[in-house]
């Protein structure tokens, strides 16, 4: 199947910013926009997870929807791009979204090493190309106790890990973000140890539900949310989900992980989701999805128990944290 990623758009295809406008203007004169009216366009099929949510990102047209996507009221496109964690763009929340304005995620290349027959540099459009992308929303669950539900657009990261031929040694796979002080100013501190880095277990990676994301909401990654390419575990705590990814390599070794690195104490390297499982400081039983009112329970694996806990059968996970 030929999927158009944004820069095969023809300026035809898209709907430009002025008509976008106007048709925003068009539903807020209509008296739709208002108190409840994204519950509202939520409903409509027309307006579901619609790019217009996305207003400066370039959409994704003719996204198929995955059967993995949960049926759950979507974050707010506003709260997800603007409560966030990126410390290469600072520490407090709304940090990323002010500092990553003037970040350019292009030109952008993915090198890929370690233990695989095709290792290599590859450009972002070369690493894309092979795979068709679908929309996927997901539960996001941070380990600060506080969570969102998310229309990601990407494909799964066992199709892309498969395309390298990883080698019989290959037994985790280590993520990199970029490093570049000058584009990614929280990096001149040293709150945590650059770049950002993040493991899976092979057969965790090469699970169907783990996904390279490049979109969100139908249209691109805000940088804020680590354009141009970043990873969605949706059973891991939001920490696993590294964000504007260029190195992946292929390790017989498990990989050092900046929050495991940081403190080994609050943060395992598996940090699967449990509420069984207290964090050092806090309880994990319960969490703010952003938007409401009332807490709700923690979800074992976040919700997606069935599909994953197979992979840790045998395993202490009060141990294996
Ligand atoms: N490179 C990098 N990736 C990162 C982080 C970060 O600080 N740097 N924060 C993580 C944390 S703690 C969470 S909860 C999610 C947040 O993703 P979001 O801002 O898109 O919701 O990104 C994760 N990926
Ligand atoms: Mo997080």
Known sequence: MLIKRPEAIKPSEITDQATYLERRR?????????????????GLPWAKNSWAEAPDRRPFPELRKSPFSIDEKLTE??????YNNFYEFGTGKSDPKENAQSFVPRPWSVVVDGACEKPGSYDLEDFLRPHPLEERIYRLRCVEAWSMVIPWVGFSLGDALKRFQPTSRAKYVAFYTLHDPERMPG???QVLKWPYREGLRMDEA??????????MYGAELPNQNGAP??????????????????????????PVCTWNQVQPNEYGFYSNVNPN???LR???????R?????????LMFNGYAEQVASLYSGMDLKQYF
């Open 26 to 42: 068009f539903i807020r004169d209509s008296g739709l926009l208002g108190v409840g009216v994204a519950a509202t366009l939520a």
């Open 206 to 215: 090469m699970h169907p539900l783990a996904m390279l994301a490049v979109g």
């Open 77 to 82: 496109y506003e709260d997800a791009t603007s």
């Open 277 to 279: 499982v207290d964090h």
């Open 187 to 189: 990096q001149k501190r």
């Open 290 to 298: 952003i938007g409401n009112w009332l807490k709700q329970e923690t």
């Open 229 to 254: 390419l970043r990873l969605v575990v949706p059973w891991k705590y939001g920490f696993k989900s590294i964000k504007s990814i260029v190195r992946i390599s292929f390790t017989e070794e498990q």
């Open 282 to 288: 806090w309880s994990q039983k319960k969490e703010r």
